[in-house]
């Protein structure tokens, strides 16, 4: 299984990215979503999307981030938008097999937000 990431990188205050992860080498794809972690602190959930739609976000996102998933391509998308400094982290792309159970991370990507 290969996710690959692509979108982050650096914007100011304010700016918007969109961050995409495509899966391959799995069939049976469960939920999808994207985690971050910050220097110096845990990973945390960003956002996940269920097989059949279904979003949930961190509380302090809701309103800025938007979780999407296309079934076809096997591709979970991430806008996010008025980005703040405190945004900035390597976000992880994750996807759950819907059998197994099992969890795959892809490498990171950087999002950067300078103020």
């Known amino acids: 299984v290969q996710l690959a990431e692509s979108g982050g990188g650096l914007v100011q205050a304010g700016g918007s990215l969109r961050l995409s992860c495509t899966a391959s080498g799995i069939f049976d794809i469960g939920t999808m979503g994207w985690y971050r972690q910050a220097p110096g602190k845990q990973r945390e959930v960003v956002a996940t999307?269920?097989?059949?739609?279904?979003?949930d976000y961190a509380d302090s996102l809701k309103g800025r981030f938007t979780i999407s998933r296309d079934g076809a391509s096997h591709t979970v998308s991430l806008q996010m938008n008025s980005l703040e400094p405190e945004d900035t982290a390597v976000y992880f792309c994750y996807v759950r097999s819907l059998l197994t159970r099992r969890e795959y991370w892809g490498q990171g990507t950087q999002v950067t937000v300078s103020s």
């Open positions: 999307i269920n097989k059949n739609g279904a979003a």
